[in-house]
């Protein structure tokens, strides 16, 4: 079993920025194609951003350009930068893991992000 824990959340200002990092509980996190999701009230889960085992990624409309998915294999961590953040971007974030080929999927608990004045 992978533990994923993600961290960063917070309130933020309008235009303003954050870090999420998406932890890994086991060194199997450089064999998991790693995503961001998002879940505002009262709406579904949406994908934000993936990046593959190779680094490709992968964005949501409604965040390219402002948003960036990376990760780092040596410390079993993904991470999304947010830039230029806006009051709809308010949501519980969330990462997940999917192992290949089974298509496995671990998912973290969430962290909330606020962008409000």
């Known amino acids: 079993q992978v533990q994923l824990v993600e961290s960063g959340g917070g309130l933020v200002q309008p235009g303003g920025s954050l870090r999420l990092s998406c932890a890994a509980s086991r060194s199997i996190f450089s064999i998991l194609a790693m995503g961001w999701y998002r879940q505002a009230p009262g709406k579904e889960r949406e994908l934000v951003a993936t990046?593959?085992?190779?680094?490709?990624?992968n964005y949501a409309d409604s965040v390219k350009g402002r948003f960036t998915i990376s990760r780092d294999n040596a410390k079993n961590t993904a991470y999304l930068q947010m830039n230029s953040l806006k009051p709809e971007d308010t949501a519980v974030y969330y990462c997940?893991?999917?192992?290949?080929?089974?298509?496995?999927?671990?998912w973290g608990k969430g962290t909330l992000v606020t962008v409000s004045l």
């Open positions: 990046i593959t085992i190779a680094g490709t990624t």
């Open positions: 997940k893991g999917r192992r290949n080929p089974a298509d496995i999927d671990y």
